[in-house]
């Protein structure tokens, strides 16, 4: 019987870099499918880029891996190219409506101090008169609300269906925290990350910020 299953394909996969970062194509939410068949894979990745060389790079790293997996047999590697987002046109990163300028605070380990400093930063420029927002991105392991002692409430949205950001010390905050129970993992994955992530930047009333 075959030890190929949709848990190992991940595990295999999560050992393929994605090109010029340390991180791996797992962690950064490109699996959307996984299909075994016996000992055969079919796999389907989705991708945001201009650049068809990483396309091509990621499709033969992840077939590798696959195919070194003991067992395996047929293996597919779909990926769905998508470009990116932009602007009216315009090239380079979508502003969040409102915000001024974005200050991301940011590690590929974890339990360094990321929540930590982005805490007191937030506290810093608010002090200093700066209108300021902090959003956690951490859907897996947040950390803000507790830290802002706002895991008791809950945000609520506005007559446009966007979430109101709790306030606390003078900055606005959004957190996956402010939406779990009892301090529950978020058991999410690959797009449903990228969703909530745009939801918490794009889809909160943050109002007019520094």
Not at 81 to 87: E, G, I, N, W, Y
Not at 127 to 142: F, H, N, R, V, W
Not at 168 to 196: E, I, K, Q
């Amino acid at each position: 019987m075959s030890s190929i299953n949709q848990d190992s394909v991940r595990q295999a996969l999560s050992a393929v870099k994605y090109p010029g970062f340390s991180r791996d194509i797992i962690s950064f939410g490109l699996l959307r499918d996984v299909v075994v068949s016996g000992s055969d894979i079919d796999v389907q990745l989705v991708l945001s880029t201009n650049d068809t060389g990483i396309a091509k790079k990621i499709h033969a790293d992840a077939t590798a891996a696959l195919q070194a997996m003991g067992g395996a047999g047929r293996v597919s590697v779909k990926i769905d190219v998508q470009a990116p987002a932009t602007t009216t046109g315009a090239v380079g990163p979508a502003k969040i409506e409102g915000v001024k300028h974005v200050i991301a605070v940011a590690s590929g380990k974890g339990g360094v101090g990321k929540s930590t400093v982005a805490a007191n930063l937030a506290l810093a420029l608010a002090q200093s008169g700066a209108k300021t927002g902090l959003c956690d991105c951490d859907i897996y392991g947040p950390s803000i609300a507790l830290m802002f002692g706002g895991t008791n409430e809950r945000p609520t949205a506005d007559d446009d269906n966007r979430i109101i950001p709790i306030e606390r010390h003078g900055v606005s905050l959004m957190s996956m925290g402010f939406l779990l129970d009892d301090g529950s993992p978020a058991v999410l994955r690959g797009p449903m990350v990228t969703r909530y992530t745009q939801q918490f930047l794009r889809q909160v009333a943050w109002g007019d910020l520094d």
